[in-house]
T-cell receptor
Framework: SAVISQKPSRDICQRGTSLTIQCQVDSQVTMMFWYRQQPGQSLTLIATANQGSEATYESGFVIDKFPISRPNLTFSTLTVSNMSPEDSSIYLC????????????FGPGTRLLVL | AQSVTQPDIHITVSEGASLELRCNYSYGATPYLFWYVQSPGQGLQLLLKYFSGDTLVQGIKGFEAEFKRSQSSFNLRKPSVHWSDAAEYFCAVGAGGFQKLVFGTGTRLLVSP
């Protein structure tokens, strides 16, 4: 499976600021996903990022709050904009692998605390 | 729409004892089913997956899961638990084809000496 890294691994931010999270993969992948895991909760998909096209956002998530870039087949960024304490979560990227893209492998996550 | 239920929030098992974590799914077609484990401070690691074929699938770290279509279940088992298995376990269902995964709420496994 692909090796996925994320930067930063954790951060503490002030409300009103923005943070950009990077996701790097060691091989070319078609589809990347961004998930949020709020404290003590399960994972919820934020958006799907396909190279060369706009990200597709899930209900409840908007581009102005979570802009995503996918400049090439090995890299993506997620920005959390105008942060509030409610944005304190773990943010994980994943990649779809397999013949039909049916299996997702996850990065180590970025742990964000907003004060 | 897909959904996943993990009815047990916490489970405590003695080291060396057997383990079964429950997962029930709702999906109209043939599901793609997964179990992931999240150790404290870590990301998600894929334990095993089921797409088709033999309904008993083997995974890493000695885990196995059985797909039962009649019960809409995909329970995770391990015959002998080790202290290092203490973690959060997530069941997920997907539609295949680069589609999103829907996760259950997770089961936290505690291992007692």
């Amino acid at each position: 499976s692909a090796v996925i890294s994320q930067k930063p691994s954790r951060d503490i931010c002030q409300r009103g600021t923005s943070l950009t999270i990077q996701c790097q993969v060691d091989s070319q992948v078609t589809m990347m996903f961004w998930y949020r895991q709020q404290p003590g909760q399960s994972l919820t998909l934020i958006a799907t990022a396909n190279q060369g096209s706009e990200a597709t956002y899930e209900s409840g998530f908007v581009i102005d709050k979570f802009p995503i870039s996918r400049p090439n087949l090995t890299f993506s960024t997620l920005t959390v904009s105008n942060m509030s304490p409610e944005d304190s979560s773990i943010y994980l990227c994943s990649v779809a692998e397999g013949t039909g893209g049916e299996t997702q492998y996850f990065g180590p996550g970025t742990r964000l605390l907003v004060l | 729409a897909q959904s996943v239920t993990q009815p047990d929030i916490h489970i405590t098992v003695s080291e060396g004892a057997s383990l079964e974590l429950r997962c029930n799914y709702s999906y109209g077609a043939t599901p793609y089913l997964f179990w992931y484990v999240q150790s404290p401070g870590q990301g998600l690691q894929l334990l095993l997956k089921y797409f088709s074929g033999d309904t008993l699938v083997q995974g890493i770290k000695g885990f196995e899961a059985e797909f039962k279509r009649s019960q809409s279940s995909f329970n995770l088992r391990k015959p002998s638990v080790h202290w290092s298995d203490a973690a959060e376990y997530f069941c997920a269902v997907g539609a295949g084809g680069f589609q999103k995964l829907v996760f259950g709420t997770g089961t936290r496994l505690l291992v007692s000496p």
